[in-house]
């Protein structure tokens, strides 16, 4: 299992905006599971929706892109790269996610070819799907800013 600290040593997100809490299974450059706790904390929550809490759906798929990038940066060949979310399939928002949520994200990479890859990913609380669909994404090195 990874813990928050490990993933960050794997990508290069962070608060506000790292998604992932923990990875619970790991295959390198084939698959990976995370779990996100969703806090009424969450920054968004002030504002989407005041009286009725709801994950943000691009923030379930953000969330799941950070789980697909733990599984690609760390394959060896990889370590220290960026991993760019490209685009989306067939990606629907199933059931709303409410505060108090374990939100599981599980990805399996379908294809990495020349640095451009795509994986499945399904999302979901309690058992329930709360997203699912086609991730697309672009490997590139980092530059000094």
Same mark, same amino acid.
């Given at each position: 299992m990874l813990n928050t600290q490990h993933i960050m040593d794997i990508i290069p997100h962070r608060y506000p905006f790292l998604l992932v809490d923990k990875v619970l299974e790991?295959?390198?450059g084939q698959r990976a599971v995370g779990e996100k706790l969703v806090t009424i904390n969450e &920054?968004? #929550?002030? $504002?989407? #929706? &005041? $009286?009725?809490? =709801?994950? &943000? $759906?691009?923030?379930i798929i953000e969330a799941l892109a950070q789980v697909g990038a733990v599984a690609v940066l760390s394959m060896p060949e990889h370590k220290g790269k960026l991993v760019f979310f490209a685009g989306m399939d067939n990606v629907r928002l199933r059931a709303p996610v409410y505060p108090g949520a374990v939100l599981r994200l599980e990805v399996a990479?379908?294809?990495?070819?020349r640095g451009i890859g795509r994986g499945n990913g399904t999302a979901t609380v309690d058992g329930q799907v709360a997203c699912a669909g086609t991730l697309l994404f672009a =490997?590139?090195?980092?530059t000094a800013s």
């Open positions: 790991l295959e390198p &920054p968004f #929550f002030q $504002g989407h #929706f &005041p $009286g009725h809490p =709801i994950m &943000p $759906g691009v923030l990479l379908e294809k990495l070819r =490997i590139a090195e980092q």
